[in-house]
């Protein structure tokens, strides 16, 4: 299992051996809050099979998503370099299985290596470049743009085309009226790009979604590749 994780598949034998005691397997449930803003990182998270989004929350209760983790790479890892209070909220954007580990655990881990030391610092790197991406992304492009990068890499991330996603999600995530997502899903499955009902998507035309997605997919799959590896860009 150690393995479906970038971030842990990358490390060495020694490093492994380390975390292995530390490291506990669980499942995560969709919608489950894993941490609010401001609060003390209690876990760190090597997702699987799941999906997180780092959300940023406002006063009058808007949300947008800055930035989508899964199995290219880890949630509160920051606890290693003494960022101990979260600075967005953590949701599970799907449901599945990950890789657990205490925070004080794993920063003795890494302090302890410089080569895991080295991975947390560009890991954060590929995060803040994301965030930049996805504020670039919300200024300058269109929904239905912005709406097929994001499904296309929730599909990376989750390696499924059948993603249980409702439209008030949708719009929560991209920071847009559900109107606009209504509208912008029935053109893409009119156009015989995804079927939607009853909140559930199924892709059926990856390249045609490539082809309609915004420069920002291509973009943060070769930041990820420049700092993490080519298989972090592809999420294997």
């Known amino acids: 299992m150690l393995q479906s ?15 292995r005691l530390h490291l506990k397997a669980t499942h ?34 808007e949300t947008t998503e800055a930035a989508m983790v899964g199995k290219d790479g880890a949630v509160g890892i920051a606890s290693a370099l003494d960022g101990k209070v979260a600075l967005s909220r953590a949701i599970v954007q799907l449901s599945g299985d990950a890789m657990v580990c205490d925070p ?57 085309d ?12 991209l920071g847009v009226r ?7 899903a029935h053109t893409l499955q009119q156009a015989g790009m995804l079927s939607y009902t009853a909140g559930k998507i199924q892709i059926l035309d990856v390249e045609g979604l490539r082809e309609s997605a915004c420069e920002c997919y291509e973009t943060i799959k070769e930041q990820y590749a420049q700092l993490l590896g080519p298989s972090a860009a592809s999420g294997t």
């Open 5 to 19: 994780n970038a971030i842990l598949a990358s490390l060495s034998d020694s490093d492994v051996a380390a975390l």
């Open 104 to 160: 004080a655990a794993f920063k003795g881990t890494a302090l302890q290596s410089e080569k895991l030391i080295s991975r947390v610092m560009r890991h954060e790197q590929t995060l803040f470049a994301q965030a930049q991406q996805s504020t670039a992304c919300m200024a300058n492009h269109e929904v239905e743009a912005r709406l097929c990068r994001w499904l296309l890499r929730a599909r990376d991330l989750s390696g499924s």
């Open 28 to 61: 995560l449930t969709q919608k489950t809050v894993l941490h609010e803003v401001g609060e003390t990182i209690k876990a760190v998270y090597f997702p699987i099979d799941a999906v997180i989004s780092l959300v940023v929350t406002l006063a009058t209760g």
């Open 178 to 184: 559900r109107t606009s997502v209504t509208t912008v």
């Open 162 to 173: 059948h993603l249980p996603f409702t439209q008030e999600f949708l719009a929560e995530m």
